[in-house]
């Protein structure tokens, strides 16, 4: 049986872009605003890296952009990563308050979950997921866990891997092509609300355990 996590639809939801949140950050209506709340460890420090360059190549291509990031550190940058971060990104920390979470989630044009298909990534199921199909924009993620189940172009924006020049190129289509961000914003609700949900995930537990129980009374 195959029962996934879900968010809760009273706090996570679709919603409109954070523009008063935006302003106060110094983030200005044109620039192009990726959010990403996750802990940076050593598993995962290239792909979080992939971010910051993602973000670096937009700005430096003519795309004004932005990453901002909530979380906590725990393996240091390396200098070249330090200097895009202090151009190109907000480090907002940990945001204990999930209601606040989504305020600032509010602020993003499109969410990235960055990697590629290995190891690591194949047996896990990023836990911002749910959330970020559940708020309402485009969402790009790799060709691995929950990407070998999205349709591309319709549920999301699947890449082979998703690294700092394969986001920035995906990330610069989106945002050039308004029917386009907007039929992935669609499917992305779409997806979130037939997979992400936290009855029908539990109706399967149930069956699983009265199935279980059934043939065990009859053995």
Same mark, same amino acid.
């Given at each position: 049986?195959? +029962?996934?996590?879900?968010?809760?639809?009273?706090?996570?939801?679709?919603?409109?872009?954070?523009?008063? *949140?935006?302003?106060?950050?110094?983030?200005?209506?044109?620039? #192009?605003?990726?959010?990403?709340?996750? /802990? *940076?460890? !050593?598993?995962?420090?290239?792909?979080?890296?992939?971010?910051?360059?993602?973000?670096?190549?937009? /700005?430096?291509? @003519?795309?004004? %952009?932005?990453?901002?990031?909530?979380?906590?550190?725990?393996?240091?940058?390396?200098?070249?990563?330090?200097?895009?971060?202090?151009?190109?990104?907000?480090?907002?920390?940990?945001?204990?308050?999930?209601?606040?979470?989504?305020?600032?989630?509010?602020? %993003?044009?499109?969410?990235?979950?960055?990697?590629?298909?290995?190891?690591?990534?194949?047996?896990?199921?990023?836990?911002?997921?749910?959330?970020?199909?559940?708020? @309402?924009?485009?969402?790009?993620?790799?060709? $691995?866990? #929950?990407?070998?189940?999205?349709?591309? *172009?319709?549920? &999301?924006?699947?890449?082979?891997? &998703?690294?700092? !020049?394969?986001?920035?190129?995906?990330?610069? $289509?989106?945002? $050039?092509?308004? &029917?386009?961000? !907007?039929?992935?914003?669609?499917?992305?609700?779409?997806?979130?609300?037939?997979? +992400?949900?936290?009855?029908?995930?539990?109706?399967?537990?149930?069956?699983?355990?009265?199935? #279980?129980?059934?043939?065990?009374?009859?053995?």
């Amino acid at each position: 049986r195959v +029962f996934w996590p879900a968010v809760d639809p009273a706090v996570f939801h679709p919603r409109h872009r954070n523009d008063a *949140m935006r302003a106060v950050h110094g983030i200005a209506p044109n620039e #192009i605003v990726l959010c990403y709340h996750g /802990n *940076m460890h !050593q598993a995962n420090r290239a792909e979080i890296r992939s971010l910051y360059l993602a973000v670096a190549l937009l /700005n430096r291509q @003519g795309f004004p %952009a932005r990453l901002v990031r909530m979380g906590t550190d725990h393996v240091a940058h390396e200098p070249e990563y330090r200097r895009w971060i202090a151009d190109f990104s907000i480090d907002l920390g940990y945001v204990v308050d999930r209601r606040h979470l989504v305020d600032v989630l509010a602020m %993003a044009d499109v969410f990235v979950q960055p990697g590629t298909a290995d190891a690591f990534n194949d047996f896990r199921f990023p836990s911002k997921l749910p959330e970020f199909f559940a708020l @309402g924009r485009p969402v790009v993620l790799p060709k $691995s866990n #929950i990407g070998l189940v999205t349709r591309h *172009m319709e549920d &999301a924006w699947v890449l082979d891997d &998703a690294n700092g !020049q394969n986001i920035c190129a995906a990330v610069r $289509s989106i945002c $050039s092509d308004r &029917a386009l961000w !907007q039929a992935l914003k669609d499917g992305a609700c779409a997806f979130g609300q037939r997979h +992400f949900s936290w009855s029908r995930s539990a109706a399967v537990v149930t069956e699983l355990y009265e199935t #279980i129980a059934r043939d065990a009374a009859a053995a």
